[in-house]
Every structure is written in C-alpha cells, then in structure tokens.
C-alpha cells in the first residue's frame, strides 16, 4: 500500500529555512518528487531524489538553496528549503514514482508530474517579503 503524506510548511519571512517532510509507505524502489503549485499555474517540479540515494536532481529556480534527502529508517523524503524567496510561495506535494522507465531516465524525466502514480496532500508554503 503506498501512501505519501506531506508536513511542514508555514509562513516564513524571505531568508528563512523551512524543512518540508514526506512520510509514508512504498518508497522502496521509486523516486519521490518534490512539485509546487501556485493559483493559475501549472504545477511545477522543485526536486526529485531515488529513495535511499543521496544525490537529488533540482530546478534551477532553487539550485543551491534546496536539498532533498531519503531517510530510509524513518521511510521519509525531506525537502530543507534554506535563503527562501517570496517567489517559493506555494502549495508544496510530494509524489512517488516507481516506474523503471522513470528511475532510469530520472536526470531527463524527473519534473514530468505524469511519471508519478501517488500523491501527498500538499502543504502550503508562504514566504512573506
């Protein structure tokens, strides 16, 4: 049974860090993604990680400000966002792919929302300027 449940978000001043967390079941052999959203606009991937690697593949809006992680003890997958910017505003999910079509071209497909079979519920972010 796969189940993705998604916390942390809040509201922020512009510079400061929050830690998004994505708990569930049925990491094991997948990717889970890291995708926002905001009113009017098409759903975006922020970052994509295999479970239990540790290198992420990231947009390049939040390069070197954003690191994915995979705790496998813990079967979560977090999202530290540090230096956040009032553009970061949104709707935060977290969804898992496991298709070896996915796992095997991640670095080219990673951002594409249709390659991910379950969702979290989001959690909204909000970075006040």
């Known amino acids: 049974d796969v189940q993705l449940q998604a916390s942390g978000g809040g509201l922020v001043q512009a510079g400061g860090s929050l830690r998004l967390s994505c708990v569930g079941s049925?990491?094991?052999?997948?990717?889970i993604g890291w995708f926002r959203q905001t009113p009017g606009k098409e759903r975006e991937g922020v970052a994509s990680i295999v479970y239990g690697e540790h290198n992420g593949y990231y947009a390049d809006s939040v390069k070197g400000r954003f690191t994915i992680s995979s705790d496998n003890a813990k079967n979560a997958v977090y999202l530290q966002m540090n230096n956040l910017k009032p553009e970061d505003t949104a709707v935060y999910y977290c969804a898992r792919g496991a298709s070896t079509w996915l796992l095997l071209r991640l670095s080219a497909k990673w951002r594409n929302e249709n390659e991910y079979d379950y969702w979290g519920q989001g959690t909204q972010v909000t970075v006040s300027s």
């Open positions: 049925g990491f094991d052999d997948s990717a």
